[in-house]
């Protein structure tokens, strides 16, 4: 759906000395219908690998293919066109105040050249599409936060765009009301097969509705993979932010806890009990905790075992569990300016 090559962005430095590197080669694919969320520290390039993805900002060098056409170095008409391919959603909603909710929703037609009955006609869908149908004739700012969202999305949608890309689209939101929003999301990626890019630094946005994500650092893709996989993976710094598990400082340097990740109900049996009792260790539980991601259970236990346990023989009977992984050691805790935010 979209691939994108050693994409590479540099800005000229303020005051002429020397040159930014925004993006230092990203490689990247999405895949048709996916909900595919971007996260990283502020400054690692996210905002600028989405401007790139929208045709707001030429790279540097690299390429972007959608649906096989490869986008990146398009100009005037071909560039305006392939444009519209491509929707986006904005953390302010970026509504124009004089105009009704009708009238916003229109804008991108109208700049399209369509007439004013087929405008209206497929404005109205789109309105009540986004759950707004008797709000044509408001204003935004008759309009609370989510519904002036709402507008954007389908003034976003109105060109029957191949992606939506969405930059922070709820971080002027309450918890409430970004649910709601996220959830409207995942109902158009479901119905319309919008395939969805989002930019967040909410890791609940990422258990809420991201079916893949990518974590970038510095310019660069640091990691990359399905939801599910990253949480699954030891090791995995995204899979660890997704389903954190609590520190105890009683833990200690790590040496001999292990760090188990059950994912799916089937993988949620009494095996603590049966390892204890199979295995006559020593356990004590300094972290865990359980969430839905992606529409699944998934549980984290942070063990610590007695001194002489068989390393072997516990991971040997957590790997013969179904959906149960099991690595030694503390694993990656954190990425930078990343919050867990309120979401579930
Ligand atoms: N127009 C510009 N001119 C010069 N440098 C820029 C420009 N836009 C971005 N940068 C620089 O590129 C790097 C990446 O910025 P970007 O806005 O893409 O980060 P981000 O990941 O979106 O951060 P945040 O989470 O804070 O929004 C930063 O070092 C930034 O200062
Ligand atoms: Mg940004």
């Known amino acids: 759906m979209i691939v994108i090559e050693n994409l590479v962005k540099?800005?000229?430095?303020?005051?002429?000395?020397?040159?930014v590197s925004a993006l230092r080669g990203i490689d990247l694919e999405i895949a048709e219908g996916?909900?595919?969320?971007?996260?990283?520290?502020?400054?690692?390039?996210?905002?600028?690998?989405?401007?790139?993805?929208n045709l707001l900002e030429s790279p540097t060098s690299g390429r972007i293919v959608l649906r096989g056409d490869d986008v990146s170095q398009l100009t005037g008409a071909g560039q305006r066109q392939a444009r519209r391919r491509i929707g986006t959603v904005f953390q302010q909603f970026n509504l124009l105040h004089s105009r009704t909710v009708r009238a916003?929703?229109?804008?991108?037609?109208?700049?399209?050249?369509?007439?004013?009955?087929?405008?209206?006609?497929?404005?109205?869908?789109?309105?009540?599409?986004v759950g707004l149908a008797g709000k044509e004739k408001a204003f935004p700012s008759q309009l609370s936060g989510g519904q002036q969202q709402r507008v954007g999305i389908a003034r976003a949608l109105a060109s029957e765009p191949d992606v939506l890309l969405c930059d922070e689209a709820t971080s002027a939101l309450d918890p409430d009301t970004t649910d709601q929003v996220l959830d409207l999301l995942a109902e158009l990626n479901g119905r319309i097969g919008v395939t969805v890019v989002l930019i967040t630094h909410e890791l609940g946005v990422l258990r809420r509705i991201c079916t893949s994500a990518a974590r970038l650092d510095d310019g660069r893709i640091a990691e990359t993979g399905r939801i599910l996989d990253l949480v699954g993976t030891p090791g995995s710094v995204l899979g660890s932010a997704i389903v954190p598990v609590g520190d105890d400082p009683?833990?200690?340097?790590?040496?001999?806890?292990?760090?188990?990740?059950?994912i799916g109900d089937e993988a949620h049996g009494p095996w603590l009990a049966q390892l204890v009792r199979k295995l006559d260790v020593d356990i004590s539980v300094v972290g865990g905790r359980v969430e839905q991601v992606a529409g699944v259970t998934v549980g984290r236990l942070r063990l610590r075992f007695g001194p002489d346990?068989?390393?072997?023989?516990?991971?040997?009977?957590?790997?013969?569990?179904?959906?149960t992984t099991l690595a030694w050691g503390e694993g990656p805790e954190t990425i930078g300016a990343v919050t867990q935010g309120a979401t579930a």
Request: glycine fraction near 14%; charged fraction near 20%; charge should be negative.
């Open 250 to 262: 009683s833990a200690g340097d790590g040496a001999d806890t292990a760090l188990v990740t059950t």
């Open 309 to 323: 346990v068989n390393r072997a023989d516990v991971a040997a009977f957590v790997d013969a569990q179904s959906g």
């Open 34 to 53: 996916e909900i595919f969320g971007i996260v990283g520290p502020s400054g690692a390039g996210k905002s600028t690998l989405l401007r790139c993805l």
């Open 104 to 129: 916003n929703v229109e804008f991108p037609l109208e700049l399209a050249g369509l007439g004013r009955t087929q405008r209206r006609a497929r404005a109205d869908e789109l309105i009540e599409l």
């Open 10 to 19: 540099t800005y000229p430095a303020a005051a002429g000395a020397g040159e």
